[in-house]
Structure formats: C-alpha cells, structure tokens
C-alpha cells in the first residue's frame, strides 16, 4: 500500500499540475486533447478488459450491478445535481453564470477523483500489475482533469487563486480514495467494481466526445493508441 498511496499522490499532483498550467496559460490546446484520446482509451481497456474481469471474481452476481452503480452515480452528478461540463479549457463563460456552478461541478469532479484514488488502491490489493495498469489509465486524464476545473473557476467568476486550491482539492480527494482502501482493504470487492464503472463513464462519456469534437481520424487513432498500448503492456507485465 506504500506503492499505491507514492502512486496515488503522483496521480493527485498532476490534477495540481493542470490547474496550474491552465492558470499560467503556459500549454497547448492539441497536446491536451492528444493525452485526452490516449487516456481514454488506455481507461476504456483497462475498464473492460481488468477491472471488470477481476471484479467478477468476487461476485457474478453484484459485481455487475456495483459496475451500473458506479457509472449511474457519475451520471446522476454530473447531468442532474451539476450542469455540464467539458474535459479541456471552457472557453464558454456564459455557461456558468452563477458562482455557485463551479463549485457544483468542483464536487461531481471531487468523486471522479475519489474513485481514482479508490481504483489505484484497489488495483494494488489484487495485483501489482493491475495496480499498475490502473494508475497509467488515470494518470493520463489527470492533467485534463485539473484544466477542466480551473477552467470552470476562472470561467464561473472564481479567482485564479481559487482554480488552483479547486485542482487541489482535487488531489486531496484522490489521496482520499487510497487511504480508504488502504485502511479497510475487505472494501476492494465494492471499490474494485465501483471504480470500474465510474472509469468506463469518465472514458466514455467524459473523454470520447472530447476526441470526437476534433476533425479528422487522427485523434481517433490516437484512441485506437491508448487500447494499443494498453495491450502491450498487457502482454509484457501478464497478471
């Protein structure tokens, strides 16, 4: 667990990371949306074909259902309880009129990054490699992750000061994630699955139409990249 929880403050720094790029507009907005088309397919395989899989080893029967839970959970805070939002720079500003908007969406981004934590974690009681694994897929959307919600701040009237404390919130929140599988390790058979589906949710509807929004085959290949890659290191790291 002391891998895991070096792994998951790495993971946590990078939300930091993308807060403060995106405050310094020190970045390049092609180069984000190419990590957002690795990272999302990275997860999606990952998602699918480990994180389900060892799930259902502790439950054919909840397993399954647990996964629903997980991505209907992360539906239900982003499209009911906060408005929507993109995984990039909002450059939208009459999106979120009220101040009170990115502190909504800085809490449906706080329990994406809790699961993280909570993946990472859970990943590393099973196996090594899958702990492993799980921590590639999400530190590849991490950075977007921090741009997103410093952007939504500035974007909402917030402070760049704010931006910054929100991706670190963020992070925090991530920590959190590993310390509570770290210390109540019998939860993996409900974070394992949980987590799985909120991966499969942030991949598929959070990061797919981000890709889908650039014109050309080219982000799609990019994609087509990260299931690529994640397969190779499949093959040569075996569970």
């Not at 009911?80 to 981004?109: D, K, Q, V």
């Not at 994406?112 to 909570?118: E, I, L, Q």
């Not at 009681?125 to 921590?135: A, D, E, K």
């Amino acid at each position: 667990m002391i891998l895991a929880l070096a792994l998951g403050t790495l993971a946590a720094v990078a939300d930091i990371v993308g807060g403060v790029v995106l405050v310094q507009r020190n970045w390049t907005a092609r180069y984000l949306r190419y990590a957002i088309a690795l990272g999302a397919g990275f997860m999606m395989a990952v998602a699918i074909l480990d994180m389900l899989p060892e799930s259902m080893k502790f439950s054919t029967i909840w397993a399954p259902a647990l996964v629903l839970a997980g991505y209907c959970a992360i539906h239900l805070l982003e499209h009911t309880i906060t408005p929507h939002f993109h995984f990039g720079e909002e450059t939208h500003a009459h999106e979120f009129l009220h101040r009170r908007t990115g502190w909504s969406i800085l809490c449906g981004l706080a329990a994406h990054a809790f699961f993280d934590g909570v993946a990472i974690a859970s990943g590393f009681i099973l196996s090594n490699t899958l702990g492993w694994l799980i921590f590639i897929a999400i530190i590849l959307h991490k950075v977007p992750e921090g741009f997103t919600i410093a952007s939504v701040m500035l974007a909402s009237g917030q402070t760049r000061r704010t931006a910054v404390i929100s991706a670190t919130a963020l992070a925090l929140a991530t920590i959190a994630g590993v310390l509570i599988i770290g210390l109540l390790p019998r939860w993996v058979e409900l974070g394992l699955p949980l987590s799985a589906g909120v991966t499969i949710y942030v991949a598929a509807t959070d990061l797919v139409p981000e890709v889908n929004r650039e014109p050309g085959v080219r982000m799609a290949l990019v994609f087509f990249a990260g299931v690529a890659l994640f397969v190779l290191v499949r093959i040569l790291a075996p569970l």
